[in-house]
């Protein structure tokens, strides 16, 4: 699986950016997608993550309201649309695959947020976008 992240940029506080993720290689529809991002001097940290039919979504409490994902499985395509932008939202942006959550498999059946949050639960990662923020 090939994961190419784009559309991070400079926006001012308050303001709106989406960032997209288009993947390549396996049946898009049949897997687990999420968003993580890394500020500099610190971890990467979950953001939000979709079910392969996009029926279902888990989202960080701090973009909570703020932030959504969706997907387009026609097109491949993952988004995160972000809104009301903070500098503290100022980071790079990764989206990532968790092929082992699919329709058919246990760990499908148990996809939680608990697992949707975890680097671990992704196999394949895309090479970020930069988004920044300014007050």
């Known amino acids: 699986v090939q994961l190419q992240a784009s559309g991070g940029g400079l926006v001012q506080a308050g303001g709106s950016l989406r960032v997209s993720c288009a993947a390549s290689g396996r049946t898009f529809s049949r897997y687990c997608m999420g968003w993580f991002r890394q500020a500099p001097g610190k971890e990467r940290e979950f953001v939000a993550a979709?079910?392969?039919?996009?029926?279902?979504?888990y989202y960080a409490d701090s973009v909570k309201g703020r932030f959504t994902i969706s997907r387009d499985n026609a097109k491949n395509t993952v988004y995160l649309q972000m809104n009301s932008l903070k500098p503290e939202d100022t980071a790079v942006y990764y989206c990532?695959?968790?092929?082992?959550?699919?329709?058919?498999?246990?760990?499908?059946?148990?996809?939680?947020?608990?697992?949707?949050?975890?680097?671990?639960?992704?196999?394949?990662w895309g090479q970020g976008t930069l988004v920044t923020v300014s007050s």
């Open positions: 990532a695959a968790d092929l082992t959550s699919t329709p058919s498999s246990p760990a499908g059946g148990r996809w939680s947020f608990v697992r949707a949050a975890h680097p671990l639960e992704y196999e394949y």
């Open positions: 979709i079910s392969w039919s996009g029926g279902t979504t």
